[in-house]
């Protein structure tokens, strides 16, 4: 990159750093990921500066980071889709009776169940096993995650869904 790239990337950074936060923040509805967007948009216009003279780079940064807001949301959207499709929702049975929920074979087919998705986890790479249990066992957020991992939001989106893809195949695969 030369000089005069690099103080234009400089000036704007001191010029429309909080701006560009808040911008990303009403539109993602979390400051820790408008943070991290707006990161991976000046990423962004650094390459495609380097590519390219930009006429108005402001509007670039800024177009740079609403399309990744706008693809953040939509990947949180598709999480959320596949989870309610997985889950029965209220009221309907999942068609199993609810009279016999404790009986002998339910419990012990649970249990085979719960085995086999802990040999699941296990076969699972670290970073995605670490992901899924973070949110699941000890509650924390995507973003929490994403800084005690020091990982982007996106990449523990990815290992979250890869794990529940992963233990839904197993749990799929055994009910046949």
């Known amino acids: 990159?030369?000089?005069?790239?690099?103080?234009?990337?400089?000036?704007?950074?001191?010029?429309?750093?909080?701006?560009?936060?808040?911008?990303?923040?009403?539109?993602?509805?979390?400051?820790?990921?408008?943070?991290?967007?707006?990161?991976?948009?000046?990423?962004?216009?650094?390459?495609?500066?380097?590519?390219?003279?930009?006429?108005?780079?402001?509007?670039?940064?800024?177009?740079?980071?609403?399309?990744l807001a706008v693809d953040q949301l939509r990947r949180g959207k598709l999480h959320v889709d596949y989870i309610s499709q997985q889950?029965?929702?209220?009221?309907?049975?999942?068609?199993?009776?609810?009279?016999?929920?404790?009986?002998?074979?339910?419990?012990l087919a649970a249990r085979q169940q719960l085995q086999s998705i802990y040999e699941t986890m296990d076969k699972l790479p670290v970073k995605c096993r670490q992901a899924f249990l973070l949110h699941r066992a000890r509650g924390l957020s995507y973003s929490e995650i994403a800084r005690e991992m020091r990982i982007s939001v996106s990449s523990v989106e990815k290992y979250i869904l890869q794990a529940l893809k992963a233990c839904r195949r197993k749990v799929v695969w055994n009910s046949y």
């Open 1 to 67: 990159m030369n000089k005069a790239r690099k103080i234009l990337l400089e000036r704007l950074f001191a010029d429309h750093g909080q701006a560009l936060v808040r911008f990303v923040a009403r539109i993602v509805k979390s400051p820790e990921d408008a943070e991290d967007i707006t990161q991976h948009a000046y990423l962004r216009l650094q390459k495609l500066s380097d590519k390219k003279e930009l006429d108005n780079p402001r509007a670039y940064l800024y177009q740079i980071a609403n399309n």
């Open 87 to 107: 889950l029965p929702a209220d009221g309907e049975s999942d068609g199993a009776e609810h009279i016999d929920h404790q009986s002998p074979e339910r419990v």
